[in-house]
């Protein structure tokens, strides 16, 4: 095709994945000389095979748990991994050969004990393995698992609690003559501690003694710090270790943070891998480690002091597997004290292996063997061949986490929408996160640790490190990366300077690119052109609304037009600036205001470091565009595009709008460009203000179903003569109008449904009016890409960007145009924009620009633009405009075809292999299929006789078409569907033909003798894809064998709930819903979503599983076997079972021919009932209404006129009342919550009602109020 094409969603798949995050552990690194890097074969078999331990259980989760497997594989034992649903997207759990849930809530699932011994009991595991954190130093756990007849892989429970409290690891460090600093025994009170503080002179240091990490820890500088201390290192222990004792030791202030890595064989031998600096820390946590360390590398006999101390105390204990033992190391002297003893892997552990030439957890592995043999351990001989006489190379870790720098390194769990590490030579990567990973409120931030070896140097080393860092990509939640990269850039870390004050010290200062969202508004996102145009497969085109001030923001400050910026709806942001940055604010009129000051719309402003910019309520129009200098270049693009679609959760800013504590990076010349900037605002007469509106004439052209099949004469003067008025329901994705109802020229939808606005399922183009029964829904560039809606009149692509500016409460008249005139309109749009380039760039005066003032003839085209009649061989063919820049193809009478359907994707196939220039995408449906082209560079005449010719020249064709058949399991009676139909009836509609049981229904409106077996036929033959489409690569189908092609009506009105998965079925069609979402269709069954939005899982090659023409084959399961696919689907390890064929189109009509006796008694059958119980919801929906508005009458009814009234400022819904009556409300209290274009408004008392009791609440729950509306009543 010409024009434009989508970037399509390309992610690597699973097995990809695992080779990019963990190649280390599967292949050899390059060679160094003779030597291999990692992991030589004669470190994998240090035992004679696994006898004993065939299967581990990984009693851990995410960067470690990878781990452990990779080396699992390694030696061929089975690996059994646990995890909580929130860690369901974790890499651990697809990596695994086994996964487990684990039971209970996600904040204590991986403490839970039972749960995870009962896991093991259950999958035959015979070890487990902790990793670091969780219960990896528990040693009441250790024993539990050896009690259970369990082999714990790491050292003994005992030597666990010998090491677990600081205090008693001290006198073992002393028995070993192991140096210790000068320290004391346990402390009982506050007036101890300070007797010993005189005694030890300050600084000193209060320690929990069961305390890690740097928790429980105080450092106290003079004796007016000690009181507080104690108590708070006293409260500390109570909660966070159930240990309050504490003891004291002597505080060095320029210290260093060294420590050994040293492994046992439980025999009361040791061998130690050397050391790691781990001194840059914050807040005692560790963030960069290097090995060997600079400070001891160059201190001659350092590290043999070291490291025989730290071998002399794992000895004196009959230590066995991997441990580490930290030393605190005076900068000034050298000298160097214990500090404590992890009795577990570490984290940094990385490092060690890459400079010893070791897997430590291969070792763990095997020294767990021998014990399970009664062996006791690893012989020494063998042991000791492991340990080399000094490291080999230089190697440096950065620990990535979720955190944002610039808010004190807060937190920032949330979507990581793109993920791609960088690789090379020496560079490796251990990390649990793909793309589409939610990283959890629940546990450490840690994402990824970013581990770099050099054979030559620690320069080369840092050179490595810097290439790693910034060529990795990790977009959606914040990351620190940035911040790591400033560390090792640093002057201190090449020469080796880098104490553990260093990161708060003058010699490392770090500054943060980024704006932070103190509030994001009421809505504000993320948009930017040409956004996902042309993607199709249910992902709607997003974009700005008003994409004419859109660009206009980034020409003003010196952007690409298409750069992303912010869209504000309603109300906007405030957000606080770190550097200074160019800023314009067009669109919506609203106050801008930076620390305060008001400044200019439609003006380059320059925001200072830390300074605010605040954006007010919009007064006219609905959205304001913020530009920012260089856009938001972390901000990931989903299938080509920045912009969000937020009711897909796509795009943008992990999927959502924005919201207070966001964070937004800047381009790294934002400063630059800032101190440069010159002056620039648009002339008045050229701004937009002047053309917004609370009365809209919005130029359509007819079609595709203004035309006497569906519309009357009197229906067509009610279109375009009447107001139409916005609903509250009006957002990206829909704009619900209120007005008179059409006539319509049918009297029902035939096969598409009961109402006459019914169609077979048929393509939507943008700015259609689309007709929902009878209320009409403009379709913006977030709506569904097909339905069963007829659409009878669109928007021309010119006027989109004034339907963005369109709100609740404003009344829209449309005015037919011809496509010439729509052509002339969209030119005229791109003028302006040129005047807004060339006065930016001094070569205009504002008297030259282009305005939106052309004077319209009164004249349109019709909807039909061409066709062709019925003959013997073929169906009646129309091509229907639809807007200026779709055109609609339509096949036959309103009836569901598979040949049909079949003559058709021959069609959509050339269009998509580029048989006709010009055309963006196209998209085919059960009985049409329509192409978008760019006006702009083509014209319809030219498309239109392009699809013409294509036609004829491709005339009947029966070519066999690629097909897969793909098995889904499906739940028949499934009990979310039950509960799913009892909220309708209960909270929207409690009389419909459809309820209370969905399935009887569609069974007595076809003719079949009951639901179950209405129900039942969903397994009993192939269901064709005729379209992915809707929303989010829905796929619609229809049974292959018409005998069993029900037709059903839709929910009316629609339902506000449908699980993801549920089978429904609407019209003659099938549908799988692809997430949790609102609907109309019957509720069938429930199966698996066919749609993953970054296309992790297997089968997935983009995020929609399937294509047109594949067949999904239903397969009945259980409740029970249910669960258990769902749960393997949602943490990626369901595997569909596929299998390639094709669809024949002349063995199908063989196959029609056999059984057309049956198939038109069957229909006869089917079409008489189905007329039955349309008459029958008929007077049902009459009744309903009529009830609807008797309620309507009596809400809002204002029964104490002398009240203060609270009114609403715009027309929307009552979403929550937070008072009732006789509540006495307080100034700035929230009364009321409302809800208005799917964004919520508070509304809250003011100053004047500070004090006032509530007395009458006049709008329900739901209640539509127009502005000015009473919502409740206060007085005194």
Same mark, same amino acid.
């Given at each position: 095709?010409?024009?434009?094409?989508?970037?399509?969603?390309?992610?690597?798949?699973?097995?990809?994945?695992?080779?990019?995050?963990?190649?280390?552990?599967?292949?050899?690194?390059?060679?160094?000389?003779?030597?291999?890097?990692?992991?030589?074969?004669?470190?994998?078999?240090?035992?004679?095979?696994?006898?004993?331990?065939?299967?581990?259980?990984?009693?851990?989760?995410?960067?470690?748990?990878?781990?452990?497997?990779?080396?699992?594989?390694?030696?061929?034992?089975?690996?059994?991994?646990?995890?909580?649903?929130?860690?369901?997207?974790?890499?651990?759990?697809?990596?695994?050969?086994?996964?487990?849930?684990?039971?209970?809530?996600?904040?204590?699932?991986?403490?839970?004990?039972?749960?995870?011994?009962?896991?093991?009991?259950?999958?035959?595991?015979?070890?487990?393995?902790?990793?670091?954190?969780?219960?990896?130093?528990?040693?009441?756990?250790?024993?539990?698992?050896?009690?259970?007849?369990?082999?714990?892989?790491?050292?003994?429970?005992?030597?666990?609690?010998?090491?677990?409290?600081?205090?008693?690891?001290?006198?073992? /460090?002393?028995? /070993?003559?192991?140096?210790?600093?000068?320290?004391?025994?346990?402390?009982?009170?506050?007036?101890?501690?300070?007797?010993?503080?005189?005694?030890?002179?300050?600084?000193?240091?209060?320690?929990?003694?069961?305390?890690?990490?740097?928790?429980?820890?105080?450092?106290?500088?003079?004796?007016?710090?000690?009181?507080?201390?104690?108590?708070?290192?006293?409260?500390?222990?109570?909660?966070?270790?159930?240990?309050?004792?504490?003891?004291?030791?002597?505080?060095?202030?320029?210290?260093?943070?060294?420590?050994?890595?040293?492994?046992?064989?439980?025999?009361?031998?040791?061998?130690?891998?050397?050391?790691?600096?781990?001194?840059?820390?914050?807040?005692?946590?560790?963030?960069?480690?290097?090995?060997?360390?600079?400070?001891?590398?160059?201190?001659?006999?350092?590290?043999?002091?070291?490291?025989?101390?730290?071998?002399?105390?794992?000895?004196?204990?009959?230590?066995?597997?991997?441990?580490?033992?930290?030393?605190?190391?005076?900068?000034?002297?050298?000298?160097?004290?214990?500090?404590?003893?992890?009795?577990?892997?570490?984290?940094?552990?990385?490092?060690?292996?890459?400079?010893?030439?070791?897997?430590?957890?291969?070792?763990?592995?095997?020294?767990?063997?021998?014990?399970?043999?009664?062996?006791?351990?690893?012989?020494?001989?063998?042991?000791?061949?492991?340990?080399?006489?000094?490291?080999?190379?230089?190697?440096?870790?950065?620990?990535?986490?979720?955190?944002?720098?610039?808010?004190?390194?807060?937190?920032?769990?949330?979507?990581?929408?793109?993920?791609?590490?960088?690789?090379?030579?020496?560079?490796?990567?251990?990390?649990?996160?793909?793309?589409?990973?939610?990283?959890?409120?629940?546990?450490?931030?840690?994402?990824?640790?970013?581990?770099?070896?050099?054979?030559?140097?620690?320069?080369? /080393?840092?050179?490595?490190?810097?290439?790693?860092?910034?060529?990795?990509?990790?977009?959606?939640?914040?990351?620190?990366?940035?911040?790591?990269?400033?560390?090792?850039?640093?002057?201190?870390?090449?020469?080796?300077?880098?104490?553990?004050?260093?990161?708060?010290?003058?010699?490392?200062?770090?500054?943060?690119?980024?704006?932070?969202?103190?509030?994001?508004?009421?809505?504000?996102?993320?948009?930017?052109?040409?956004?996902?145009?042309?993607?199709?497969?249910?992902?709607?085109?997003?974009?700005?609304?008003?994409?004419?001030?859109?660009?206009?923001?980034?020409?003003?400050?010196?952007?690409?037009?298409?750069?992303?910026?912010?869209?504000?709806?309603?109300?906007?942001?405030?957000?606080?600036?770190?550097?200074?940055?160019?800023?314009?604010?067009?669109?919506?009129?609203?106050?801008?205001?930076?620390?305060?000051?008001?400044?200019?719309?439609?003006?380059?402003?320059?925001?200072?470091?830390?300074?605010?910019?605040?954006?007010?309520?919009?007064?006219?129009?609905?959205?304001?565009?913020?530009?920012?200098?260089?856009?938001?270049?972390?901000?990931?693009?989903?299938?080509?595009?920045?912009?969000?679609?937020?009711?897909?959760?796509?795009?943008?800013?992990?999927?959502?709008?924005?919201?207070?504590?966001?964070?937004?990076?800047?381009?790294?010349?934002?400063?630059?460009?800032?101190?440069?900037?010159?002056?620039?605002?648009?002339?008045?007469?050229?701004?937009?203000?002047?053309?917004?509106?609370?009365?809209?004439?919005?130029?359509?052209?007819?079609?595709?179903?203004?035309?006497?099949?569906?519309?009357?004469?009197?229906?067509?003067?009610?279109?375009?003569?009447?107001?139409?008025?916005?609903?509250?329901?009006?957002?990206?994705?829909?704009?619900?109008?209120?007005?008179?109802?059409?006539?319509?020229?049918?009297?029902?939808?035939?096969?598409?449904?009961?109402?006459?606005?019914?169609?077979?399922?048929?393509?939507?183009?943008?700015?259609?009016?689309?007709?929902?029964?009878?209320?009409?829904?403009?379709?913006?560039?977030?709506?569904?890409?097909?339905?069963?809606?007829?659409?009878?009149?669109?928007?021309?692509?010119?006027?989109?960007?004034?339907?963005?500016?369109?709100?609740?409460?404003?009344?829209?008249?449309?005015?037919?145009?011809?496509?010439?005139?729509?052509?002339?309109?969209?030119?005229?749009?791109?003028?302006?924009?040129?005047?807004?380039?060339?006065?930016?760039?001094?070569?205009?005066? /504002?008297?030259?620009?282009?305005?939106?003032?052309?004077?319209?003839?009164?004249?349109?085209?019709?909807?039909?633009?061409?066709?062709?009649?019925?003959?013997?061989?073929?169906?009646?063919?129309?091509?229907?405009?639809?807007?200026?820049?779709?055109?609609?193809?339509?096949?036959?009478?309103?009836?569901?075809?598979?040949?049909?359907?079949?003559?058709?994707?021959?069609?959509?196939?050339?269009?998509?292999?580029?048989?006709?220039?010009?055309?963006?995408?196209?998209?085919?449906?059960?009985?049409?299929?329509?192409?978008?082209?760019?006006?702009?560079?083509?014209?319809?005449?030219?498309?239109?006789?392009?699809?013409?010719?294509?036609?004829?020249?491709?005339?009947?064709?029966?070519?066999?078409?690629?097909?897969?058949?793909?098995?889904?399991?499906?739940?028949?009676?499934?009990?979310?569907?039950?509960?799913?139909?009892?909220?309708?009836?209960?909270?929207?509609?409690?009389?419909?033909?459809?309820?209370?049981?969905?399935?009887?229904?569609?069974?007595?409106?076809?003719?079949?003798?009951?639901?179950?077996?209405?129900?039942?036929?969903?397994?009993?033959?192939?269901?064709?894809?005729?379209?992915?489409?809707?929303?989010?690569?829905?796929?619609?189908?229809?049974?292959?064998?018409?005998?069993?092609?029900?037709?059903?009506?839709?929910?009316?009105?629609?339902?506000?709930?449908?699980?993801?998965?549920?089978?429904?079925?609407?019209?003659?069609?099938?549908?799988?819903?692809?997430?949790?979402?609102?609907?109309?269709?019957?509720?069938?069954?429930?199966?698996?979503?066919?749609?993953?939005?970054?296309?992790?899982?297997?089968?997935?090659?983009?995020?929609?599983?399937?294509?047109?023409?594949?067949?999904?084959?239903?397969?009945?399961?259980?409740?029970?076997?249910?669960?258990?696919?769902?749960?393997?689907?949602?943490?990626?390890?369901?595997?569909?079972?596929?299998?390639?064929?094709?669809?024949?189109?002349?063995?199908?009509?063989?196959?029609?021919?056999?059984?057309?006796?049956?198939?038109?008694?069957?229909?006869?059958?089917?079409?008489?009932?189905?007329?039955?119980?349309?008459?029958?919801?008929?007077?049902?929906?009459?009744?309903?209404?009529?009830?609807?508005?008797?309620?309507?009458?009596?809400?809002?009814?204002?029964?104490?006129?002398?009240?203060?009234?609270?009114?609403?400022?715009?027309?929307?819904?009552?979403?929550?009342?937070?008072?009732?009556?006789?509540?006495?409300?307080?100034?700035?209290?929230?009364?009321?919550?409302?809800?208005?274009?799917?964004?919520?408004?508070?509304?809250?008392?003011?100053?004047?009602?500070?004090?006032?009791?509530?007395?009458?609440?006049?709008?329900?729950?739901?209640?539509?109020?127009?502005?000015?509306?009473?919502?409740?009543?206060?007085?005194?």
């Amino acid at each position: 095709m010409d024009g434009p094409r989508p970037v399509l969603f390309g992610q690597p798949k699973v097995g990809q994945l695992v080779v990019a995050i963990s190649r280390y552990l599967y292949s050899h690194m390059h060679p160094i000389g003779e030597r291999q890097v990692l992991y030589s074969p004669v470190h994998m078999s240090l035992v004679d095979g696994f006898q004993v331990i065939r299967k581990v259980l990984i009693a851990n989760r995410g960067e470690i748990a990878c781990r452990i497997i990779a080396s699992c594989k390694r030696l061929d034992l089975t690996s059994v991994a646990i995890y909580s649903k929130a860690d369901r997207s974790s890499l651990h759990v697809r990596l695994a050969d086994e996964a487990c849930l684990l039971p209970g809530s996600d904040q204590s699932a991986y403490i839970d004990e039972d749960a995870i011994l009962e896991i093991a009991r259950r999958t035959g595991a015979e070890a487990v393995i902790p990793g670091y954190g969780f219960l990896s130093e528990n040693d009441g756990f250790a024993e539990r698992v050896e009690a259970a007849g369990l082999t714990w892989v790491g050292p003994s429970s005992h030597v666990i609690r010998q090491f677990g409290l600081k205090h008693t690891a001290r006198e073992l /460090a002393v028995n /070993a003559n192991v140096p210790v600093i000068t320290g004391t025994p346990l402390l009982e009170s506050a007036e101890e501690a300070l007797t010993a503080a005189e005694k030890m002179g300050y600084p000193v240091m209060l320690k929990a003694t069961a305390g890690g990490g740097g928790m429980g820890l105080q450092i106290c500088q003079d004796e007016s710090e000690i009181a507080a201390a104690f108590e708070t290192v006293h409260a500390r222990g109570a909660t966070l270790f159930k240990n309050t004792a504490m003891f004291m030791e002597k505080y060095v202030a320029r210290s260093r943070h060294v420590e050994v890595q040293v492994f046992g064989n439980g025999l009361g031998d040791a061998v130690h891998f050397g050391e790691r600096e781990c001194s840059i820390q914050r807040r005692h946590q560790k963030v960069v480690e290097e090995c060997p360390s600079p400070f001891v590398h160059v201190r001659k006999g350092m590290r043999e002091r070291l490291t025989d101390c730290a071998v002399k105390l794992a000895s004196s204990v009959a230590y066995g597997s991997a441990g580490t033992v930290e030393f605190l190391v005076d900068d000034r002297t050298g000298e160097f004290y214990f500090l404590e003893m992890n009795t577990r892997l570490q984290v940094e552990h990385g490092i060690t292996e890459m400079c010893w030439d070791v897997d430590l957890v291969s070792l763990m592995l095997q020294q767990a063997e021998m014990q399970a043999r009664g062996a006791g351990g690893i012989p020494m001989g063998t042991l000791s061949a492991t340990q080399k006489s000094a490291p080999i190379g230089y190697a440096i870790e950065a620990r990535v986490y979720a955190e944002i720098p610039s808010r004190n390194f807060a937190p920032s769990p949330g979507l990581l929408q793109s993920v791609n590490w960088h690789s090379g030579d020496g560079i490796r990567v251990d990390t649990w996160v793909t793309s589409g990973t939610q990283i959890s409120p629940f546990y450490d931030p840690m994402i990824a640790k970013v581990i770099v070896w050099d054979a030559q140097s620690h320069q080369g /080393a840092i050179g490595k490190m810097v290439a790693a860092l910034s060529g990795s990509t990790v977009q959606g939640c914040p990351t620190n990366i940035k911040y790591l990269r400033a560390i090792v850039e640093s002057d201190a870390f090449a020469q080796g300077d880098t104490t553990t004050a260093f990161l708060t010290s003058s010699s490392f200062n770090f500054v943060s690119h980024s704006i932070d969202v103190v509030s994001g508004g009421a809505y504000t996102t993320i948009q930017d052109l040409p956004a996902r145009r042309g993607v199709g497969h249910g992902v709607p085109e997003a974009g700005p609304m008003d994409s004419v001030s859109f660009r206009v923001a980034n020409i003003i400050v010196g952007n690409d037009e298409n750069t992303e910026a912010l869209e504000v709806t309603l109300i906007g942001p405030e957000l606080k600036f770190h550097v200074a940055a160019i800023v314009a604010v067009t669109g919506g009129v609203v106050d801008v205001c930076v620390d305060g000051a008001k400044h200019d719309m439609y003006t380059r402003i320059v925001v200072p470091a830390g300074g605010t910019l605040k954006v007010g309520v919009v007064s006219a129009g609905c959205r304001s565009y913020v530009a920012v200098r260089g856009g938001f270049p972390d901000i990931p693009r989903y299938l080509g595009s920045k912009s969000t679609t937020t009711t897909l959760k796509l795009g943008g800013y992990q999927g959502r709008h924005l919201v207070a504590n966001d964070s937004l990076d800047l381009d790294p010349q934002t400063v630059v460009w800032a101190t440069e900037a010159t002056d620039l605002s648009i002339p008045p007469n050229a701004r937009l203000d002047s053309l917004w509106s609370n009365d809209w004439t919005l130029h359509v052209m007819p079609g595709p179903h203004d035309d006497p099949e569906f519309v009357t004469e009197n229906d067509r003067i009610t279109l375009y003569d009447s107001p139409w008025k916005i609903s509250h329901n009006a957002s990206r994705s829909g704009y619900r109008l209120k007005g008179p109802r059409l006539e319509w020229a049918r009297a029902h939808g035939g096969e598409g449904g009961a109402h006459p606005a019914n169609v077979i399922d048929e393509p939507y183009s943008y700015g259609g009016l689309n007709w929902n029964g009878d209320e009409p829904v403009v379709l913006p560039i977030d709506a569904p890409m097909a339905g069963g809606l007829a659409t009878t009149t669109t928007i021309v692509r010119a006027d989109f960007w004034r339907l963005g500016q369109c709100r609740p409460g404003d009344t829209i008249r449309f005015k037919r145009i011809s496509w010439t005139t729509a052509h002339a309109l969209r030119k005229r749009a791109e003028a302006y924009i040129d005047s807004i380039r060339q006065f930016a760039k001094g070569t205009i005066d /504002a008297a030259s620009f282009a305005l939106f003032d052309l004077e319209l003839p009164s004249e349109w085209d019709e909807t039909i633009l061409y066709e062709s009649p019925a003959t013997a061989d073929a169906v009646e063919v129309k091509y229907r405009q639809a807007g200026d820049s779709h055109i609609h193809v339509t096949y036959g009478p309103m009836t569901t075809s598979v040949l049909t359907r079949a003559h058709i994707q021959h069609r959509v196939n050339r269009i998509e292999h580029g048989a006709i220039p010009g055309i963006i995408s196209v998209i085919g449906t059960t009985r049409a299929y329509c192409v978008q082209f760019d006006s702009l560079t083509t014209t319809q005449s030219d498309i239109l006789q392009s699809l013409i010719d294509l036609e004829t020249s491709l005339g009947s064709s029966n070519q066999p078409i690629p097909s897969r058949i793909f098995r889904f399991p499906v739940l028949l009676d499934d009990p979310v569907c039950k509960a799913t139909i009892d909220e309708y009836a209960r909270t929207l509609r409690d009389s419909a033909v459809y309820l209370p049981d969905n399935m009887e229904y569609v069974a007595k409106a076809n003719g079949v003798v009951d639901g179950k077996t209405a129900r039942l036929s969903l397994v009993l033959c192939p269901q064709l894809v005729t379209e992915v489409s809707f929303l989010a690569g829905t796929p619609l189908m229809v049974p292959l064998d018409p005998r069993l092609i029900y037709v059903a009506q839709k929910y009316n009105p629609v339902r506000g709930f449908t699980a993801e998965g549920t089978v429904g079925i609407g019209g003659p069609l099938v549908v799988i819903y692809p997430m949790d979402a609102p609907g109309g269709y019957q509720l069938w069954a429930r199966t698996l979503s066919p749609w993953d939005s970054y296309a992790s899982r297997p089968h997935f090659e983009q995020p929609w599983l399937l294509r047109d023409f594949d067949q999904i084959q239903f397969y009945e399961v259980g409740e029970a076997e249910f669960d258990q696919c769902y749960e393997e689907y949602k943490s990626g390890r369901f595997k569909f079972e596929v299998e390639e064929t094709t669809f024949d189109p002349v063995a199908y009509a063989a196959f029609l021919e056999s059984i057309a006796i049956e198939t038109e008694e069957f229909v006869k059958r089917r079409d008489a009932a189905g007329q039955a119980a349309v008459e029958e919801e008929r007077g049902l929906l009459e009744t309903w209404r009529s009830k609807q508005s008797a309620d309507e009458a009596i809400k809002g009814v204002v029964e104490d006129a002398s009240g203060v009234n609270v009114a609403a400022p715009m027309s929307s819904s009552v979403w929550k009342l937070l008072v009732a009556v006789g509540d006495v409300v307080e100034d700035g209290q929230v009364l009321a919550i409302l809800e208005a274009m799917k964004m919520e408004i508070p509304i809250r008392a003011d100053g004047a009602m500070s004090g006032l009791k509530v007395k009458q609440v006049a709008a329900g729950l739901g209640t539509v109020l127009e502005p000015g509306q009473t919502i409740m009543v206060l007085g005194a």
